[in-house]
């Protein structure tokens, strides 16, 4: 059992008891417990197996360490059980809506009896949510937009938890005999931020398909079998993920994994095109189509095979360079790969400094040393330390007399740290009105300015757009972070002209973040493409709150991927010396 199930279970326990009205002390303890799990890089199955004793955890008590156990070594909670049995088990999803908290939800059961996602919408269909105490028709309206943004992602996971979930099934598969290959295809191996379901593509030795299914099937994870047949099959692991399982020939690997990385979109226009020169592309192969015959699903003699065994062969004999798995949405990489104009997209290495991250400072968890360590042996060259302005309320921010005392503590920092420049920075408010929330004074004396929007995210769209581009105007903004502030599965982008934001990023010579936080990727890939159009610059940042959060990098740079962005888009594959002359660009065009 992974670690994200455990946490998903006695995350769903804490909302039930504190639904039920239990213990705030008891209820602060799982949350805590799930905090520190969050925090742990081996799982927690794996330390048991060690022998270690998992109460030497901060957070962690006896109790809290005995579910652990109980759920590793049973796939179930007792405890769980019990407390469901008083409080139904649907009323810890309604409290992932934005807007409705436990107390929210058991004012919404006790007094309207609703348990579920629907019933809640007919509740305030019919008005009985407005004129519930501590409601109100602002916080009937706002359930009402969550419904929605929930409604649109049920059922689909960040990318970075189904890598999670997916890894230990490969591992699991990779363990037999007479597996060829074994990949994820489809949205997981196109790296788009969040996916449906799972489509592994499995190559197998003949004779071996049923020893393959058989273990498939057979997985611990698996709650739920869906289909079994010889070369297809379809399981629900117990976090409700869906994988399904193909097995394919030799000679069909390349045209499967063509086929089922889709997208469909991108499939689609493959096979029309192939249609035109009288080819046959499916996922068994490449084939010349017979003659006579232009339906391309009316026969099973699918004509002469030219290959198929390979994706670049396939590729190559339909006239095309190998199109990366991240450009295939039809968005013209099929006319950019026949004129061999494909972009040479960006890559992890070729990064060379982190942009946005907080220390203790303000909300993160590390020193700054700490932090700028980590980046070191990441191979950076530069960071940027972006600790919060005061405005958010829910973190201690740098105040103008703090920031001061910060750039003292860089300055000694960077006296003992070779080979990594710190940068003077700090992730600055935007306010209601499009002004800085920070001193003049102090914006001066920052080596860059990060402006972003973290609060009133529910202000009408043009006054919105004003607000950012009013703050984009500042002569000492250089990045726009998190441009939409959306957090995937969560909280949908706030009301923005996007386009207008870019045009003035454009104008005003201001870069725009990709913020690389699995849980943000904002921009989205459209997005950040539409910014190179404009020839806005973008800036890949890991937005980290403690070290290990500086690995988030890989996410953003396959955004920007998908996004066609090539390393002279991202500004922070600058080297230091190029980057600080265009933080510099505004005196040198006065000059
Ligand atoms: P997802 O799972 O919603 O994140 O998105 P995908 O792209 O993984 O879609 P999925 O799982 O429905 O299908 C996997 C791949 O299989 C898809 O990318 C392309 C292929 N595929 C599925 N249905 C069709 C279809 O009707 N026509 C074609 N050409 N390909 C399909
Ligand atoms: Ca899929
Ligand atoms: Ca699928
Ligand atoms: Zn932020």
Not at 145 to 165: C, M, N, P, T, W
Not at 388 to 410: D, F, Y
Not at 427 to 432: A, F, R
Request: glycine share 8%; charged share 30%.
């Amino acid at each position: 059992m992974e670690n994200i199930e455990i946490v998903g279970v006695l995350g769903e326990l804490a909302d039930l008891l504190e639904i039920k009205g239990s213990n705030p002390f008891r209820i602060r303890a799982y949350r805590n417990a799930i905090q520190t799990i969050n925090g742990l890089t081996q799982s927690l199955e794996g330390m048991i197996e060690d022998g270690e004793d998992l109460t030497d955890l901060p957070a962690v008590g006896k109790d809290i360490a005995g579910h652990i156990e109980e759920l590793i070594s049973t796939g179930g909670l007792s405890r769980l059980e019990e407390v469901a049995a008083e409080v139904p088990r649907t009323l810890a999803e309604l409290v992932k809506l934005d807007g409705v908290g436990p107390k929210k939800v058991k004012k919404l059961w006790n007094e309207l009896g609703v348990t579920t996602v629907d019933q809640l919408e007919e509740a305030l269909e019919a008005d009985r949510v407005v004129s519930l105490e501590g409601f109100g028709a602002k916080s009937a309206e706002k359930i009402r937009r969550s419904i929605e943004d929930y409604r649109k992602q049920v059922g689909r996971f960040l990318l970075s938890e189904a890598e999670v979930l997916i890894q230990p099934l490969l591992d699991h598969l990779g363990e037999i005999d007479g597996l060829d290959e074994l990949e994820v295809a489809g949205s997981f191996r196109r790296r788009r931020e969040t996916v449906g379901d799972l489509d592994l593509l499995a190559c197998a030795v003949e004779g071996s398909e049923e020893a393959i299914m058989d273990r498939f099937v057979n997985f611990p994870s698996v709650d739920r079998v869906v289909s079994a047949g010889v070369t297809k099959g379809a399981v629900v692991l117990r976090s409700g993920l869906e994988v399904d399982l193909r097995i394919v020939p030799r000679e069909s690997w390349g045209a499967a994994l063509l086929y089922f990385t889709g997208s469909k979109e991108h499939s689609v226009a493959l096979r029309t095109r192939a249609v035109r020169q009288g080819l046959r592309v499916n996922e068994w192969g490449v084939f010349r189509a017979p003659d006579g015959q232009d339906d391309e699903e009316s026969t099973d003699d699918f004509g002469e095979r030219l290959g198929g065994t390979e994706e670049e062969e396939a590729y190559r004999i339909l006239g095309l360079e190998w199109i990366p798995p991240v450009l295939r949405e039809n968005r013209g990489e099929i006319e950019a790969a026949e004129k061999g104009s494909l972009p040479s997209l960006v890559r992890l290495d070729d990064i060379r400094g982190d942009l946005q991250m907080h220390s203790m400072w303000s909300d993160g968890k590390a020193s700054i040393e700490e932090m700028a360590l980590r980046c070191r042996e990441l191979g950076y060259d530069y960071l940027a330390m972006t600790d919060h302005s005061p405005n958010l309320a829910m973190v201690q921010g740098v105040t103008a007399e703090k920031a001061k005392l910060q750039w003292r503590e860089i300055e000694k920092i960077q006296g003992r740290l070779e080979g990594i420049t710190v940068f003077r920075s700090m992730e600055v408010d935007i306010l209601k009105d499009g002004s800085l929330d920070m001193e003049e004074e102090i914006l001066e004396g920052l080596d860059l300015v990060v402006i972003s929007v973290h609060t009133l995210m529910d202000m009408a769209k043009t006054e919105m757009t004003d607000r950012v581009i009013e703050a984009m105007r500042h002569p000492r903004a250089d990045i726009l972070a998190h441009p939409t502030g959306r957090l995937l599965n969560r909280r949908e982008p706030f009301a923005l002209d996007v386009e207008a934001v870019l045009h003035a990023a454009a104008e005003f010579d201001v870069a725009v973040e990709l913020n690389a936080s699995p849980r943000r990727l904002d921009l989205s890939d459209v997005h950040v493409r539409r910014a190179k159009e404009l020839g806005v610059k973008v800036v890949i940042s890991t937005d980290a709150h403690e070290p290990r959060a500086l690995g988030s990098m890989r996410f953003g740079v396959e955004q920007a991927r998908r996004g066609w962005l090539e390393p002279g888009d991202v500004l922070n594959t600058m080297s230091v010396e190029a980057f600080r002359s265009w933080l510099g660009r505004r005196s040198e065009s006065q000059a």
